[in-house]
């Protein structure tokens, strides 16, 4: 890489970034994308409806739907951060791919910058689907004929669970970016020109659910990592345990504000026309 001297013209060396460690990523890390107001909302209608028809199924393999290989998961998982850079999400599932026996290759694919780049690392249709998804802002055009490759490929049933493991990624990829763009301004880091009610009293409400996420993956990770070692990738229980412990988390933060987006759907129009992906008719 490099960067022009603008009195010369001439073009030198960029110097490399150093690798930000878990702490510098939490406080001072990338913020990729982020909600506003209205979008959050509807998207919650959304995350809140697959959260719980399809998600814990994906984990456990119950309510008649398809568990997913806990790899394949952390896959999923890593190829859907690829595209929203949340430093959250990758402190966990990054390492967690790694842990399930990618190694290397997690932090490869979440260096991905394309499709074609995310399969050349790992080869598998929701890896595919993952970072399309991402790429597509989880609703825009172009969806529904991704999913139709995704379940000739892994079948009706797998494919639901693939679907909500990337909608939930999503969701929280999002809300930790969100937060991210607070804190920093809260901290002085960043300016506090961008500060709105809306990011102020998102902090305030998800805040404490991702200082749990923090806490998972500054303490609990690495605890994992140091009894197992080698070990890890076959500790099959810990990978169900921890998918568990993160769709209850998760349920108890969406279901106010997804049952309050819910409820202003009925008395605001455009609200529900973004979550049926209508757009407005001009008066």
């Avoid at 929280?172 to 709105?196: D, E, F, H, P, V």
Wanted: with cysteine; net charge neutral; aromatic share 12%.
């Amino acid at each position: 890489a490099f960067w022009i001297n603008s009195a010369s013209g001439k073009h030198r060396p960029r110097r490399a970034m150093a690798e930000l460690n878990f702490l510098q990523k939490a406080f001072d890390g990338p913020t990729g994308k982020r909600w506003t107001a209205v979008p959050c909302l509807s998207d919650h209608i959304v995350i809140y409806w697959s959260h719980v028809t399809a998600l814990l199924p994906a984990y456990v393999g119950c309510c008649c739907g398809a568990a997913i290989e806990h790899d394949y998961v952390e896959a999923i998982m890593v190829a859907t951060n690829s595209t929203i850079d949340c430093p959250y999400c990758d402190n966990l599932h990054t390492e967690l791919a790694d842990l399930s026996g990618y190694g290397e290759k997690a932090k490869l694919l979440l260096a991905s910058k394309d499709i074609d780049s995310a399969v050349a690392v790992v080869n598998l249709p929701g890896v595919a689907y993952a970072r399309k998804i991402g790429e597509l802002n989880l609703r825009s055009a172009g969806e529904e004929e991704a999913y139709a490759k995704l379940v000739e490929a892994e079948g009706d049933v797998r494919a639901k669970s693939i679907k909500a493991l990337v909608i939930f990624l999503y969701w929280g990829g999002m809300t930790g970016n969100t937060i991210n763009c607070c804190k920093k301004r809260l901290l002085g880091i960043a300016s506090l020109q961008g500060l709105t009610l809306f990011s102020l009293l998102f902090f305030l409400y998800y805040g404490p659910l991702f200082f749990v996420v923090f806490f998972y993956n500054s303490v609990v990770l690495p605890l994992f990592r140091c009894v197992f070692g080698e070990a890890s990738k076959s500790q099959i229980w810990f990978f169900k345990f921890t998918g568990v412990v993160l769709w209850l988390l998760a349920f108890i933060w969406l279901t106010p504000i997804s049952l309050l987006a819910i409820l202003l759907s009925v008395c605001m129009p455009s609200l529900r026309q973004q979550v049926e992906g209508l757009e407005l008719e001009d008066p």
